[in-house]
């Protein structure tokens, strides 16, 4: 009897949640369905009235017209590239950063560590015009970067890897030293060194904060917009999604139904992307289950 | 006891040495990319908030405190403005944000069936480019009947016989910002919060419950105290953001009635890039990076995280 109250109990325990997330979701959504939605209208130089949550039919004409468009398979492209290679580089550099602030008590440690986390609190984007002009001092004996390394790929990776590294570092750092310190002692008992450490444990234990990072990561490289303006400037071969966007919006400030369609297109993938790793990577007790007591 | 003590002083330095041999490799690849691309540039803004910058010629002539003399001696007060509403959007935005990540990770991590639907429906506005959360916005607080929000209020609910100019008052504007901040960011503090979660062993809520606490109990006694680290990293990461607010101020209202919403960043932004004011953008700059550090170290005070920090491993 009692057992069975306690499952009932249970069991209302869990529909209560479910409708307390829904309204707090249905809440949280608006703005977005009211995106999704206008992006199937079409607007003839005035917005609907009234304001319509749900679309009246579903017109496609703004996503064809979009994908029609030789610019938009550039900036994909140019999106798509940005922003794997600069995750890949970021997660390998702050991983190792990380570990070397977690675990080797280096002299000057500290004192490097507060620099790390004081740039995290200056505001960033004034450094773009230093950083601009330190990637244009960068010159390679190659005719068409005479610029140096502003306007390329190449300049815009090494700035977003750059001003990645503090942040990822310090965020990786708090995991690293949360994990327990009896596994790596075993293995310098054993005679190992850090790489072992790094490798053998650190590595697999972290897969699920460096997912959470590897996200971040991702997001942030492919919505930015300011940086990317910037440094590759008029440069139409390097044009990003954000910078579309931002021209579309500029260009056809009447035809929203565009703006938000393009924008869609460009955060399926991301959505996407999270759908995946969220299922890969946030399970279970991160260090659970590693030492046996 | 000279002798001793010069025989330990060699060891340790012996030590020191091999620690820092072994740790290079781990951090110079990111120290070399900080310093270039972020200290340096960092530095140079402090030199330059003292000075007349010229882009085009690359000129720098020292000026010394003028810039900042100027810009606290701006006829609309704009500096102030922009203190005050980096401070009120602090206040009122990281602890709601706080609030509502922790409750709904702690709702989601209770749930049998369906994290994933609620896990990615809150973090979608994160994932969302700020530029079109910013026009969304901007379409829903049209000043106009054809603004959602003024459609409930005016014609739905009949709160308010005429339509509100959101974007165009002090207040109403402020409220726009701060309420897409909070959207913008509560999916954000969620995901932090469900990861740390994670973290919890399942032994300790299941010892609670078999001592029959509620889920009341749980939560206040096992995970906010288990959470205080988490909380301090969202907590900085909110503070700071408060104080690098700008694409809302760009976007829904550019600062405006006469300054009233502005804030550092948008202010900084406009004298930088409007007006190629760099001396007195690198100033603000300054101004805002000290105001930032002292409230973080102060946070770090209140939370006693420093003595923790200094333990060492290994």
Known sequence: ?293 | MSEINKHLNKRIRKKELYHLGTALPFILPGLILVSIFVLYPMLFTIRISFSEYQIVKREVTWLGLENYISIFTDNNNRIWYAVRNNFLYAIITAPCIIFLGMLFAFLINNLRRGRTIFKVGFYLPVITSWVIVGLVFQYMFNSSNRGLINYIIVDVLHLSKDYIPWLLREWTGNFAIWLMGIWKNTGWAMLIYMAALQGISKDLYEAASLDGATAWQKFHRIVMPLLKPTTFYVLVNMLIGSFNVFIQVMLLTSGNPNGKTTVLQYLLYDRAFNQFQFGEASAIGMITSITILALTLLLNRGFKLDSADKEDTI
């Open chain 1, 1 to 293: 009897m009692k057992y069975k109250s306690k499952k009932l109990s249970e069991w209302t325990m869990q529909i209560l949640l479910w409708i307390l997330l829904l309204i707090a979701l249905a809440v949280f959504s608006i703005p977005y369905i009211f995106m999704i939605s206008n992006s199937f209208e079409q607007f003839s130089f005035s917005l609907p009235y009234p304001p319509r949550m749900i679309p009246k039919e579903f017109i496609f004409d703004a996503y064809q017209y979009i994908l029609s468009l030789d610019i938009f398979s550039t900036a994909l492209w140019n999106s798509i590239l940005n922003t794997i290679l600069t995750v890949a580089i970021q997660v390998v550099i702050a991983t190792l950063s990380a570990y070397g602030f977690a675990r080797i008590p280096f002299p000057g440690r500290e004192l490097i560590f507060k620099l790390y986390l004081f740039t995290l609190m200056v505001p960033g984007f004034l450094n773009i015009i230093p950083q601009f002009i330190t990637l244009s001092n960068m010159k390679l004996p190659i005719e068409s970067l005479q610029g140096g390394l502003v306007g390329t790929r190449a300049g815009l990776i090494l700035i977003y890897v750059s001003t990645g590294v503090c942040g990822y570092t310090f965020f990786l750092r708090g995991f690293f030293r949360g994990l327990p310190d009896a596994l790596s002692e075993s293995v310098i008992i054993d005679g190992g060194t850090h790489r072992t450490i790094f490798t053998k444990i650190m590595l697999p234990l972290s897969k699920p904060a460096l997912g959470t990072m590897t996200l971040f990561a991702l997001q942030g490289i492919w919505e930015e917009y300011f940086t990317a303006k910037v440094l590759l400037g008029s440069n139409e071969a390097m044009i990003t999604l954000p910078m579309l966007l931002q021209r579309l919006n500029g260009q056809h400030a009447t035809r929203w139904e565009w703006v938000f369609a393009a924008s869609i297109i460009t955060q399926i993938p991301i959505i996407l992307l999270f759908i995946l790793f969220q299922k890969k990577v946030v399970i279970g007790g991160l260090a659970e289950g590693s030492i046996k007591e």
